[in-house]
């Protein structure tokens, strides 16, 4: 069977860490109702600039840009490093502190108790019925920082979580 290239390998990285982080935060109960704040949402699209963000919002994005380093000589296996950022929009900082540092918690393999024990991501082929692990992704510098200058209102509680995941492959005829 081919491995994932292009396109397809992008958009499976990006849906295998949005559903590793969704699931960690479902064990935790973040998404459960009856707590004590309003709901959570975890979203995978960017607002509109100025769009007002409701708050409890956690959402996903990526850079566009990679950095790409060869692993072998004469081959194509190389080492794909992308930036993701978990933006929280939080109705306050005792709930932003929380939320924020359990997903840095979660990305270092810092709660076995949720089957997070390594700070890495199976890297899933979302194109199969029973979506099958292709390899364990790295997570790298992993980093909270709060917003301390904001333009509006619902960013006064804004917390980004960032990290690099590191994907490592070759060409389509690589198994």
Known sequence: MPILVGGTRIRAVFDSVYNEVNRALTALGWFDAGRQ?????????????????????????????????????????????????????????SLGEHVAFDIKDILEGRMPSIGRSEPEIDLFDYSQATPVVIRPMEIEFVD????????????????????????????ENDV
């Open 37 to 93: 704040h309003s709901d959570i949402v975890f979203k995978t699209e960017p607002y509109p600039d100025k769009e007002e963000i409701p708050l409890n919002t956690i959402i996903l994005v990526t850079s566009d840009a990679r950095v790409i380093r060869s692993l072998e000589l004469g081959t194509d296996f190389s080492e794909h490093r992308r930036d993701f950022f978990l933006d929280f929009y939080a109705e306050s900082q």
């Open 144 to 171: 909270v920082d709060r917003a301390h200058n904001f333009a509006f209102p619902w960013q006064k509680h804004w917390y980004s979580i960032s990290f690099t995941i590191v994907d490592c492959y070759g060409n």
